[in-house]
């Protein structure tokens, strides 16, 4: 048995390391196939974009790890931001609306646990539901306007560069890595989500509380959703009922590329990081080199069809 | 154990060599001129559509590749794959990167690319708009492709040469909040009132974009009222939903249909009888204007007033100091609609 984690270990950590030759390569084909790519400039730029998918990654990656999945984070995202943009049109002052907002994404997170936990429902159909949900309640509250009326001090959580270059939400992402992967990796919550992934049953026989770690996971999911949304509101400096749309796969999609299992029990905070800067890299890489859209969409379906066949061939060689 | 580690760590790393090697060869066969050199021309145009993939898009590609052609500057035309602001967002800040001379946007949202086409000014990067205007102060120029009166008079006057300008009529919208459809309304209502006062809008329905939504709403409004004259269809959506609906109901000739649509999403209609004439703008024409715009704002020499002078489309208005309108809308029948394909 710990010859067996041993291995696992070890396969986990190779993992990792072979994400970070693929960002190494796709870093030198980039800028290769662009000179404006490998600059300081446009490398902190990227950045701006992948937070938001970032910081959703962190939380999916648990719940990805347990076996479920969220696929209503883009709406909540959307819901978070008509809540922000119309609480704050209606006189409420910003400080509070963000606040506000925040508490909107818990609880549609909770309210996604609920769920699950206590009707016993399958995470896939749940968050299938709340996506339609969350997005029809951000279409309706926003009756499909925009607000955009914000003070100039919230383009801090979005807009801002730290000494000129640095994205401000860059440091959100680190704080939000760092807490997540200790959480993960440094605490008894951690290894009960690793336990739920491999064994639900067993996992609640050997008195995990699987219940209330699995409210805690998709709550937790609907906080970073709030974060990311306040970010992604600040960032186009507009509230809408759309805001986030699709952005699930995305998301889902950097959580694979990094390596955790969807049918759980494996799965890392640094896979994720790395899934997420793969992805991005890959998006900014290729608009700089002038590949049209389409084909980008094309070979970012080639990487996660690669990815996933070959964290299915690693899978079967562990067993 | 070990060398079988090693056997799936070999695999891996190979496949995705491979994958990378994929990524790469498309980037270089798709856009070679822009592979290799420092910053290819001298002049740059970076164009960006609502969304990629559509015929009205493409048209306007079509448009603005043989004005590039024209004035001999390289020409980027991408935009996202699905109509959202904040993809388009992102887009622009990635084109400030790119070292584009101007950048030229058909707006999904006024003010969600604001933030980002200010940051390209602030860059030295000219910024214009087309087909959908951003914030005023996030731009410097906007291409406008018909004025609201313009559209809405030409709807009205199609309208009343097919029923005597008279009678009652349903119009079919998108929804009723769209603001490009509230303002054509408003515009046909005042053209009634002055040129054609037997003639009326008795009811306003929202087809929401949705072809069978607007075919049933139709339907049901005919049977209801069968003194209805015609049916504006007012999106490119609502106007094939309102013929076809016509023609469903077997009123092709007692009904008259015109309205907003695409030349292929009409010719079927045409060939029916149920569609006489229709009205657009030419979008190729719209993206020729475009880039020509952005190439007058690199070289400045863009005028503020009178006319601007666009190849071979000739003076075009400057309706103000940072409007350029293409024109009179385009009315489709069967003697011109050959001519377009989009």
């Not at chain 1, 026989?205 to 770690?213: D, N």
């Amino acid at each position: 048995m710990s010859a067996a984690t041993a291995v696992l270990r070890r396969l986990k950590f190779s993992r990792e390391v072979v994400l970070l030759g693929v960002l190494i390569v796709l870093l030198v084909v980039m800028s290769l196939l662009s000179p404006l790519f490998l600059t300081v400039g446009n490398l902190l730029n990227t950045s701006r974009f992948f937070v938001e998918v970032g910081l959703m990654a962190l939380g999916m990656t648990l719940i990805i790890i347990t076996g479920g999945i969220d696929l209503s984070v883009g709406s909540n995202l959307a819901l978070v931001s008509v809540a922000v943009g119309f609480s704050y049109a209606a006189d409420l002052p910003l400080p509070l609306a963000i606040v506000f907002g925040l508490v909107v994404g818990l609880a549609a997170g909770l309210f996604n646990g609920l769920f699950i936990t206590f009707l016993d429902l399958h995470p896939l159909v749940v968050t299938l539901g709340t996506f339609a949900l969350f997005q029809g309640l951000a279409y309706g509250l926003s009756r499909a306007e925009a607000v955009s009326d914000f003070p100039a001090w919230f383009a801090y959580f979005g807009q801002a560069y730290f000494l000129n270059v640095v994205p401000g939400q860059l440091f959100i992402f680190i704080l939000a890595v760092v807490v997540v992967w200790l959480i993960l990796s440094r605490t008894r919550f951690g290894r009960y989500v690793y336990a739920i992934g491999n064994n639900e049953e067993a996992a609640h026989f050997s008195g995990v509380p699987v219940r209330r770690v699995k409210l805690a996971l998709y709550s937790g999911i609907g906080l970073l959703v709030g974060m990311a949304a306040v970010i992604y509101t600040s960032r186009v400096y507009t509230a809408r009922g759309d805001s986030g749309l699709g952005l699930e796969l995305d998301v889902i999609s950097a959580v694979v590329l990094g390596g955790a299992s969807i049918y759980g029990g494996s799965g890392t905070i640094g896979g994720t990081v790395l899934g997420v800067l793969i992805i991005a890299t890959l998006r900014n890489g290729l608009v700089l080199a002038g590949v049209p859209s389409t084909w980008q969409v094309f070979v970012l379906g080639v990487l996660l069809l690669v990815a996933v066949f070959l964290n299915e061939f690693f899978r079967r060689r562990e067993e | 154990m070990s060398g079988s580690t090693w056997g799936v760590k070999i695999v891996r790393v190979a496949l995705l060599m491979a994958l990378v090697l994929v990524a790469a060869s498309c980037g270089v066969g798709q856009q070679p001129s822009q592979g290799g050199g420092g910053g290819g021309g001298p002049k740059k145009i970076c164009m960006m559509p609502k969304l990629v993939g559509i015929p009205y898009f493409n048209a306007s590609e079509k448009g603005a590749e043989e004005a590039a052609k024209d004035l001999d500057v390289e020409l980027v035309y991408d935009g996202p794959t699905e109509a959202k602001a904040a993809l388009q967002s992102q887009m622009i800040e990635q084109w400030i990167q790119q070292q584009c001379g101007a950048i030229s946007v058909a707006a999904n949202d006024p003010d969600a690319l604001a933030p980002a086409m200010k940051k390209a000014e602030d860059a030295g990067i000219k910024t214009s708009s087309w087909d959908a205007d951003v914030a005023k102060d996030a731009r410097e120029v906007f291409v406008n492709q018909a004025t609201f009166e313009a559209i809405g008079y030409e709807l009205v006057d199609v309208m009343a040469e097919q029923t005597d300008g008279k009678g009652k009529f349903l119009v079919v919208t998108g929804s009723l909040t769209a603001p490009n459809q509230v303002a054509w309304l408003k515009e046909m209502r005042e053209r009634m009132k002055e040129k054609y006062p037997e003639m009326s809008i008795a009811s306003v329905e929202p087809g929401e974009e949705d072809l069978q939504l607007g075919i049933d709403i139709t339907k049901n409004y005919l049977r209801a009222n069968p003194d209805t004259a015609g049916v504006f269809g007012i999106t490119s959506v609502a106007l094939p939903g309102a013929a076809e609906a016509v023609e469903q109901e077997g009123l092709e000739g007692e009904v008259a249909v015109t309205g907003l649509s695409t030349p292929n999403d009409m010719k079927p209609y045409l060939e029916s009888g149920a569609v006489e004439k229709f009205v657009l703008w030419n979008p190729v024409d719209l993206g020729y204007l475009a880039v020509h715009v952005a190439n007058a704002q690199i070289e400045g020499n863009m005028p503020k007033s009178g006319t601007f002078e666009a190849g071979r489309l000739g003076k075009v208005e400057m309706i103000a100091e940072d409007e350029v309108l293409l024109g009179p809308p385009l009315v489709f029948s069967q003697d011109n609609i050959d001519e377009y394909d989009f």
